[in-house]
């Protein structure tokens, strides 16, 4: 858990939920297609990966990564990228990533990606049970 997340549900009088509430959940029925790491039908999110139906890029969200400008550095297994952070409120991290890139074909096949912005890294981690999420939304995505 963030900081961010932990002094906001102390600040709204919530404890913070427990790892086990916390899943993957694909909103596959319109555009655009999201893959949510959540705790559902919660305002608890860490992660979103979102695209429009057939486009070719994935906006990756990392909420509670806390304020960023300029560029972030995305690695799976040996690839790696640079794409250029978003304007976003609340230290939410916005980033897009083509899904034709050697960094999304390496974390789509392991479930594993790490971001980073200066000196603060954050690990992506889709548990194997949620590849199958992750593979779909790769697919409906696909430019």
């Given at each position: 858990m963030t900081?961010?997340?932990l002094a906001l549900s102390l600040?709204?009088?919530q404890t913070p939920p427990?790892?086990?509430a916390w899943t993957w959940t694909l909103y596959d029925t319109e555009s655009p297609v999201v893959l949510a790491h959540e705790v559902p039908d919660t305002v608890h999110l860490r992660t979103t990966l979102e695209c429009d139906t057939g486009?070719?890029?994935?906006?990756?969200s990392?909420?509670?990564f806390g304020p960023s400008t300029g560029y972030v550095r995305f690695a799976a297994a040996t690839a790696v990228s640079t794409s250029e952070i978003a304007p976003a409120p609340n230290g939410t991290l916005i980033a897009?990533?083509?899904t034709d890139h050697p960094v999304f074909a390496a974390f789509v096949a392991g479930g594993r990606m790490t971001a980073t912005v200066g000196d603060r890294q954050?690990?992506?981690e889709v548990q194997p049970a949620h590849?199958?999420?992750?593979?779909?939304?790769a697919e409906l995505c696909a430019g």
């Open positions: 900081g961010l997340f600040l709204l009088g427990p790892a086990s486009s070719g890029v994935a906006r990756v990392m909420y509670g897009p990533m083509r954050r690990a992506i590849l199958a999420k992750l593979r779909r939304f």
